[in-house]
């Protein structure tokens, strides 16, 4: 069984920066792509970065490209998403997911839909003050 725990989350002011871990456990961390999704208050849960399984590659929706960079260490089964400069907006509930298909099965990048990760972590909670 696939478990993704979330980690890093707080409380931050404007301007500020906080690094998001997800620790996953359960299949070959190293095989699949590994996302971040977010859901703020009132709102549906939106895509935020994507990273191929071998970290060559990478996307971002426009909200956050410059200010927050998606990485993994394979060796550890850990994603990352550091977040800079962070806004108000950004508060949310971040998500990490995994990708359902792995990597020998060339799936398709970027992938920023919901319904093409198949395990989710829990959530972290981040509120960032005016």
């Known amino acids: 069984q696939v478990q993704l725990v979330e980690s890093g989350g707080g409380l931050v002011q404007a301007g500020g920066s906080l690094r998001l871990s997800c620790a996953a456990s359960?299949?070959?961390?190293?095989?699949?792509?590994m996302g971040w999704f977010r859901q703020g208050p009132g709102k549906e849960r939106e895509f935020v970065a994507t990273i191929s399984w071998n970290g060559g590659a990478t996307y971002y929706a426009d909200s956050v490209k410059g200010r927050f960079t998606i990485s993994r260490d394979n060796a550890k089964n850990t994603v990352y998403l550091q977040m800079n400069s962070l806004k108000p907006e950004d508060t949310a509930i971040y998500y990490c997911a995994q990708d359902s298909l792995p990597g020998w099965r060339k799936p398709r990048f970027p992938k920023n839909e919901e319904n093409e990760y198949d395990y989710w972590g829990q959530g972290t909670q981040v509120t960032v003050s005016s």
């Open positions: 359960g299949r070959t961390f190293s095989s699949y792509a």
